[in-house]
């Protein structure tokens, strides 16, 4: 695939890095020479300096004959004129933009068809913030995923001692709970992944993968770690963009009836006119509060010895990890930091810092739906990137596909490739089922499979397995 990505910095580098190795045909333009050098040298790919906006820019880089054009600079104005240019001189198929404005969510007819002529747009802030949403819903969890719509959800936890299945091979988890199917596709030791299979024994400290119906995840995690009480109190260390949208979707609780009383937030902030804003924004029940996250005299005074869940959330990878590590020491049950340098989130991520998000990672899920050959419902970066897990539909029949009609055994799955459910019945109206993946399984026209991938470098293989050969056409 020939793909044109705008832009070089944390998110362009991560899409850059994430699809390179794929065999694709990847060009990078971005202004700042510097960046597009550091690329060119790391990556195998094609780099050009310039303005993107410019149709000759843009001609030079191959959109004549480009698939697909990401636009991912920092500036949503030059992300939207690219995607028009590229629409209306190149006719560039498939167009992503990431727009920050979120005034323009309330305005489709801008960015659709009739406007700049964007297919898909990635609203960074709100995939971070959706993000921490379900991490604040199950504390427990190292990283949350849907899938189906929500019927199914893969969940990364580290195994702590004590847990029943902790130990103990993974055949015991039905014993331990007969009535709840579930599939661990993936245990991480030491960095590594390891083959999961019925003997493999859980130890303290695995980050282990499973896979369930959504109904049935509190079940399954009760016996690999044991359990939070559940999150109340709730402080944030800065009020951008992130920050005030946590904050009013754990004030307004919008969409989290289910998870019982309101939530009681504070939110720090160094700026003070950012502060006046952000008191006019939020309700009253927010608790706005002006001062550095780092004083350990501010965070004294206001608790966070009792508090549930530290998030540091400004624009500074320094202050955060620091305010995180503070946090933790001072007492505050679970700290979550937003990183961005990549060396940083993996050196923080399970020690005294509880789980480090990379905002580019969070952006980077969202894209790979699209970049994905084959049809792609959801498609997620797992363990910063090495990993990845996708939601594919299989059209066809047992004569045009390498899938239906064939048991799970019976398929060449490559080594390191899990299919761990099905769900069956994804159609309007109808009530989805998930199934959990045995060897006897058989797949039907118009499943949906979970598939988890332990090394991206699998994904095309396993993109021409899913594919319809040319008799169902």
């Known amino acids: 695939m020939k793909i044109i990505i705008l832009g070089a910095g944390r998110v362009g580098s991560s899409v850059a890095e994430s699809l390179v190795s794929e065999a694709n045909d990847i060009t990078v333009i971005d202004t700042d020479g510097a ?13 050009l300096v310039g303005n993107a906006t410019l149709p000759s820019m843009l001609k030079e880089a191959g959109a004549e004959d480009a698939d697909m054009l990401i636009a991912v600079t920092s500036t949503d104005e030059t992300n939207l004129v690219a995607c028009k240019l590229a629409a209306d001189l190149f006719n560039v198929p498939t167009r ?20 700049f002529r964007v297919n898909h747009i990635i609203w960074p802030e709100q995939s971070v913030t959706d993000y921490l949403l379900r991490l604040v819903e199950f504390p427990e969890a190292l990283q949350v995923l849907e ?18 299945l902790v130990s103990h091979p993974i055949q015991d988890l039905r014993k331990h709970i007969p009535n709840v199917d579930t599939r661990i596709v993936a245990i991480f030791r030491n960095d590594r992944s390891i083959q999961c299979e019925g003997t493999t024994m859980v130890q303290p400290g695995d980050e282990v993968f499973f896979l369930a119906a959504s109904e049935h995840i509190r079940t399954v995690m009760a016996e690999l770690r044991r359990m939070d009480k559940p999150v109340r109190r709730v402080m944030l260390a800065g009020g951008g963009n992130i920050g005030v949208r946590l904050a009013r979707a754990l004030d307004t609780g919008e969409g989290m009836e289910h998870w019982g009383p309101k939530f009681n937030v504070k939110l720090i902030e160094f700026d003070k006119r950012r502060c006046e804003y952000l008191a006019s924004q939020l309700s ?12 350990e005299d501010l965070l ?11 998030c540091a959330l400004t624009n500074d990878d320094e202050n955060n990890i620091m305010s995180a590590l503070l946090a933790k020491r001072m007492g505050a049950r679970r700290t979550i930091a937003l990183i961005n340098r990549k060396s940083y989130g993996e050196l923080m ?15 980077l899920s969202n894209l790979l739906k699209h970049v994905r050959r084959g049809d792609v419902v959801a498609a997620h970066s797992l363990r910063r990137g090495a990993a990845e897990a996708l939601e ?26 899990t299919i761990g459910a099905v769900v069956r019945g994804m159609a309007p109206g109808s009530e989805p089922r998930v199934l959990i993946a045995h060897h006897d399984t058989v797949i039907e026209p118009e499943d949906h ?3 988890f991938v332990a090394n991206k470098r699998l994904i095309p293989r396993l993109e021409k397995l899913v594919q319809v050969g040319v008799g169902f056409f």
Do not use: K, W
């Open 449 to 451: 499979l979970i598939f």
């Open 300 to 310: 004294g005074d206001e608790g966070v010895a009792e508090c549930d869940l530290f």
């Open 349 to 363: 991520q399970g020690g005294q810092i509880d789980i480090a998000i990379s905002p580019s990672h969070a952006t």
């Open 35 to 47: 960046r597009v050098a550091e690329l060119q040298d790391r990556y195998d790919l094609r780099g």
């Open 147 to 164: 899938f189906a719509g929500g019927a199914a959800s893969l969940i990364a936890v580290r195994a702590f001692a004590g847990g029943p």
């Open 284 to 295: 009253s029940e927010v608790l706005v509060l002006h001062g550095d996250a780092t004083d």
């Open 96 to 115: 992503i933009a990431r727009v920050r404005n979120t005034e323009l969510q309330a305005h489709p007819e801008l960015t659709g068809e009739q406007g």
């Open 392 to 417: 594919m539909v299989v059209h066809g029949d047992a004569r045009s596909s390498r899938l239906i009609g064939r048991r799970i055994e019976d398929i060449e799955l490559p080594r390191g490739a």
